[in-house]
């Protein structure tokens, strides 16, 4: 009985996985969900502008540096929310054909270090190549396979690893903003990107223009936190997305949109309030199917369609957050990500 009762229940859970919505169809299926409300949008829009306004005060004025602490912290998370904010606008998702919004975009990008041009055109990258072996170093963190680390020469090892390396992520705001978004993107295009040369002049102006008028502490506390804080949990939330234990990549010739969006990109695990400050981008692989939904609508999709309801997950717990930084490579035989330990004891 209890055999026959095990064997009934895993038919019911084949017919249940069979009649889910699979590749195209599962991504015309969200459709319904990628309609803005237009006035939500402008209430969490400017909500968050005036938080984001009122803590940067609080980290400007130097009163007592307690509270201007707070203020510092809570103006680098509010900063993620923002950002999260400012992506969804560039996919335009939100916000659309509001001369308002577009100025501010536009300055927020600038001080954020990643203007219009250069994270429209790596991330709108990024989309379309997701976790796609060789390709999607765009936009992305790069990911090499065993076998093209082992046969790498040590100097191109340590520069991979090192742009992969905790430390990095955590200065991701001179790493990947400042360094990456910004000055290497002028020096290899230039003229296209001139927004990245205006980017650095506005933040540099900004910092120059705080520590001249109100010193060193609120330059420290009402600037370089704040930025700290955004770009290194911007950074990490970007790098742990896809590059987490149960991630999947497909070389181009077996890789698939959906496929990629669903076992590429992960579901992280928060807290209400990260959610929250994160603009709940923790739903990442939502997102991938469909950039078009809006960032306040990625849990209702979860909610209500249960193929979203079993991604591979993470977490900022820091068991998870060891376990993403501890992975190097993908090994194609294993079809798995693999450590720096496991590369070199396989090729032994």
């Given at each position: 009985m209890d055999a026959q009762k095990v064997?009934?229940?895993?038919?019911?859970?084949?017919?249940?996985?069979?009649a889910m919505l699979h590749g195209k169809?599962?991504?015309?299926?969200?459709k319904r969900f990628a309609v803005e409300d237009r006035s939500k949008s402008w209430r969490l829009f400017l909500g968050t502008l005036l938080l984001l306004v009122l803590a940067y005060l609080g980290a400007l004025v130097n009163v007592h540096i307690i509270p201007q602490l707070i203020c510092a912290v809570l103006a680098g998370l509010l900063s993620v929310r923002m950002f999260i904010i400012y992506h969804d606008y560039l996919h335009k998702t939100i916000l659309q054909k509001s001369s308002f919004a577009k100025v501010i975009f536009f300055f927020f990008?600038?001080?954020?270090?990643?203007?219009?041009?250069?994270?429209?055109?790596?991330?709108?990258?990024?989309?379309?190549?997701?976790?796609?072996?060789?390709?999607?170093?765009?936009?992305?963190?790069?990911?090499?396979?065993?076998?093209?680390?082992?046969?790498?020469?040590?100097?191109e090892r340590r520069i991979y690893l090192f742009i992969r390396h905790p430390f990095t992520i955590a200065l991701g705001y001179i790493f990947v903003f400042f360094w990456g978004m910004c000055i290497r993107t002028l020096l290899v295009n230039p003229k296209k990107h001139i927004d990245c040369l205006i980017a650095l002049f506005f933040h540099l102006a900004i910092a120059t223009g705080i520590y001249f008028t109100l010193g060193f502490q609120s330059l420290l506390l009402g600037f370089f936190v704040p930025l700290f804080i955004s770009n290194g949990l911007g950074a990490y939330l970007f790098y742990a997305q896809h590059n987490f234990p149960a991630a999947i990549y497909k070389p181009k010739e077996k890789w698939s949109y959906s496929f990629a969006a669903l076992h590429s990109s992960s579901y992280m695990k928060m807290s209400p309030i990260m959610h929250w400050f994160t603009g709940n981008i923790g739903y990442h692989h939502i997102h991938h199917i469909n950039p078009r939904i809006p960032f306040y609508r990625l849990p209702e999709v979860y909610a209500q369609m249960p193929e979203f309801?079993?991604?591979?997950?993470?977490?900022?717990?820091?068991?998870?957050?060891?376990?993403?930084?501890?992975?190097?490579?993908?090994?194609?035989?294993?079809?798995?990500?693999?450590?720096?330990?496991?590369?070199?004891?396989?090729?032994?």
């Open positions: 064997e009934t229940q895993k038919t019911g859970i084949e017919v249940y996985l069979c169809e599962l991504i015309l299926a969200t990008g600038l001080y954020i270090l990643a203007p219009f041009s250069i994270w429209r055109r790596s991330h709108d990258y990024h989309h379309a190549h997701n976790s796609k072996l060789y390709t999607s170093s765009i936009g992305s963190f790069p990911l090499v396979t065993k076998n093209d680390f082992l046969a790498a020469s040590k100097k309801q079993q991604p591979g997950t993470t977490s900022l717990a820091p068991s998870d957050i060891h376990a993403c930084f501890s992975i190097k490579a993908w090994d194609p035989e294993h079809q798995r990500m693999i450590t720096l330990k496991e590369v070199y004891t396989s090729n032994s």
